[in-house]
């Protein structure tokens, strides 16, 4: 019979060994899950201030929008046309939330000899709410590829 003590004394040390390798892994886990939850608030940017705040999205939106009026455009009339009712739009979709000052000047008149002659239009756009302001110039060029 001393054989079976030795068997069952390995058992038993085997046995301990055993808990001891499952509680270890189990701290371990917890350790690392505890950890991650510490750092996770800080690992996570907070973009809820820029999602909050949708000037800078309205004010390029608008932007690309009245530079495809102007590429899209067939004739300087149409040009003429198609920008005076996209201002409207701009106008009455901007009541609504902020205050935005769209304005173009066609630096160049449409000539009647010439309906393809080079037509500067100028822009300035500028979107006002509380706490910000974004505003900018800039140009198209119509017929699209006329310019420098």
């Known amino acids: ?6 068997a069952g004394a390995e058992a038993r040390s085997f046995g301990r060994k055993a808990q ?8 371990i886990v917890s350790i690392f899950y505890l950890v991650s939850k510490w750092m996770q608030p800080y690992s996570i940017p907070d973009a809820s201030e820029i999602v909050l705040s949708e000037q800078p999205f309205v004010f390029n939106n608008v932007k690309e929008k009245a530079l495809e009026v102007v590429a899209t ?15 409207t739009y701009v106008d009455t979709f901007a ?11 066609l630096n160049t008149p449409c ?3 010439d309906p393809r002659f080079p037509i500067l239009v100028l822009f300035n756009i500028r ?15 119509w017929p699209p590829g006329s310019g420098p």
């Open 20 to 27: 001891f390798l499952i509680i270890t892994a189990v701290v």
């Open 73 to 87: 455009s067939s004739s300087c009339s149409e040009l003429v046309d198609n920008l005076d009712e996209f201002k």
């Open 95 to 105: 009541f609504k939330k902020m205050i935005v000052y769209f304005d173009y000047t």
């Open 111 to 113: 000539y009647s000899y």
């Open 127 to 141: 979107i006002q709410s509380i706490g910000m302001t974004v505003s900018d110039r800039f140009y198209g060029f």
């Open 1 to 6: 019979m001393p054989g079976k003590r030795v």
